[in-house]
Each structure stands twice: as structure tokens, then as C-alpha cells.
């Protein structure tokens, strides 16, 4: 499995490829979701290619970019054990050789991006964009697979695909969870015993809400869980029903409807979603 480590070699690779590419952008430390991811471009693409890279255009000041678990050797141990075709894993140099604050921006509608998770991590998916994009245009792949987990990561990159014109197919792997519920998560890995402990209980919410009977008003059931939540020992930063498509607010449970939630423990933020069946 070739280990590409910056741009040129990975436009080589690409070059002499035969065959249909999924591509699978991760910031590493796998899991078992980002292997399902792997499994689905498998099935989808004669050749895979999983990039790591720990983005730091995505992360803000304060935010936990050098505390981000790193472990590249295993991950690509783990890579080339599930047959993947190839890895990039460029530097912040190669990606960035201005800098990160010299570095052009794509700006995803504000409908989608100052909303949930862009409340708190202004600028973040701006960083996401740009990254997805420049990688893109790098790997040029046919096929871009993305995790459900990070819901509103998902519907900005399908928005940008969409708004520029770009050709790759996105799909959306389901959201892979530890046995008692827990959406995996790189950085469960930081969690205490304690906070592991506590941490499935926003999954066991989520679900609880997504059975509400239909037509349900959404903020009392939000406000109502979000108390446990935080009872339990959470901080939570936001609970809310929106809609799978525009990610706009919903007043009322509907199928379709998705609910959104990030909570943090202690240094450590999860966020989850999900559909109403
Ligand atoms: P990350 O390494 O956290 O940036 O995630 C890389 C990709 O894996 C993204 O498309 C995520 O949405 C996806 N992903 C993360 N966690 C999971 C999970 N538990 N199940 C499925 N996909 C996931």
C-alpha cells in the first residue's frame, strides 16, 4: 500500500491509476466508522484512497488541535490490513505553504455554516470546505465518501459539490456506534473511565426523541432532555430538531426530521445525530 506524503506524488499515483477511485478523508486515529467508510468505497470503487490529515484550518484558537490523538503508524497498519489502495498524508507545509492564514477560503452558504456546530467553531467548516475541496482537485476521485456522524460536514460539502459544479458522487456511510450506543469517535479515545461511562447517554436521548410520537412539539422535548443531559453531567452546547435538507429549525417531530446534538465532558466536545424514522 503506497504511503504518498505529498501533493506531486499523490498526482503521480493518480496518473498511472486504472480503474475507479472512492476517496475517504480522515484526521486519522481510525475507528471501526472510519473502516466502515473504507468498506463502503470498497464495494463502490475499484481503488480506494483514505487521506489523514489533521486540518488546522478547521480548528479555532483554544480548540484542541495539538491535543487531537495522533497515530499514524497504526492507522496505517490498519489500512493496509483492510486493503486499501493507497494513503496520503501530506504535511501542513505541502498543503499550506503560505500558511493556513494566507490560504484562499471556501465560504459555504451561512445558512448551513453559522448554524449548530458553526456556533461555536466559527470558521470551522469554512476550514472543512477548503480542505475537502483541495484535496478534490488533488485526488480527483469519482466517488467521496463521508460519515452521517458529522451530518452538517456532510450537507455543506453536497452543497459545495453541487454549487461548483464538481462531478464526484458523494456518499453517506450510517454512523457507527460502540455496542451501548456511542457514535464513535476519535476523540472518545480521551475520555475518562468516568465520562466513558456517562458519554452513551446523549445516543439513548437522541433515540428517546426520534420515537417521540409525530407531531410532537420539539422545544419542551428539548429542553427537557438537554436538563437530564446536563443533570447527568454534560455541557451542552445545542439540542435541536432541524431539517435533513435545509438544516433549517423544525417546530414539530416528523419523519425525516433529524435531531441534532453536542455536548461537551469535560475538554471533550461529542456531537451525534439522528433521523426520525
Ligand atoms: P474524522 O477523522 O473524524 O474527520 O472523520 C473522517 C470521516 O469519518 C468523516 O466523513 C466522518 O463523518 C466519518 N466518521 C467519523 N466517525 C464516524 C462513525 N462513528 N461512523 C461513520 N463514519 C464516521
Not at 112 to 139: E, M, N, W, Y
Not at 215 to 229: D, Y
Request: proline fraction near 6%; hydrophobic fraction near 40%; include cysteine.
Amino acid at each position: 500500500m503506497p504511503v504518498l506524503r505529498d501533493p506531486s506524488s499523490l498526482r503521480k499515483w493518480r496518473q498511472q491509476l486504472r480503474g475507479s477511485l472512492a476517496f475517504v478523508p480522515t484526521m486519522g486515529h481510525l475507528h471501526a466508522g472510519h473502516l466502515a467508510l473504507l468498506r463502503l468505497a470498497q464495494a463502490r470503487a475499484e481503488q480506494v484512497l483514505v487521506s489523514i490529515y489533521v486540518n488546522p484550518l478547521q480548528f479555532g484558537p483554544g480548540e484542541d488541535f495539538s491535543s487531537y490523538p495522533r497515530s499514524v503508524e497504526e492507522d496505517l497498519r490498519k489500512l493496509a490490513e483492510a486493503g486499501c489502495t493507497s494513503v496520503f498524508v501530506p504535511s501542513d507545509q505541502d498543503l499550506y505553504p503560505l500558511g493556513a492564514t494566507e490560504q484562499t477560503r471556501v465560504v459555504p452558504p451561512l445558512a448551513l455554516s453559522d448554524i449548530l456546530c458553526g456556533v461555536q467553531r466559527p470558521g470551522h467548516f469554512s476550514g472543512v470546505a477548503t480542505i475537502v475541496l483541495k484535496l478534490l482537485h488533488l485526488a480527483e476521485p469519482d466517488i467521496l465518501v463521508l460519515g452521517e456522524k458529522d451530518y452538517q460536514q456532510f450537507r455543506i460539502v453536497q452543497q459545495m459539490l453541487s454549487d461548483f459544479d464538481l462531478a464526484t458522487q458523494l456518499l453517506c456511510g450510517p454512523t457507527e456506534r460502540d455496542t451501548d450506543g456511542l457514535a464513535l469517535s476519535s476523540r472518545n479515545s480521551r475520555l475518562s473511565p468516568e465520562q466513558r461511562v456517562i458519554a452513551p447517554q446523549l445516543a439513548t436521548e437522541l433515540r428517546k426523541l426520534c420515537q417521540l410520537p409525530a407531531n410532537s412539539l420539539a422545544l419542551p422535548a428539548a429542553q427537557e432532555t438537554g436538563e437530564r443531559l446536563q443533570a447527568a453531567g454534560f455541557v451542552l452546547d445545542y439540542l435541536e430538531l432541524r431539517d435533513s435538507t435545509t438544516l433549517q429549525t423544525i417546530n414539530n417531530t416528523r419523519s425525516g426530521a433529524r435531531w441534532f446534538a453536542a455536548a461537551r465532558l469535560g475538554a471533550v466536545r461529542l456531537i451525534d445525530n439522528m433521523v426520525i424514522p
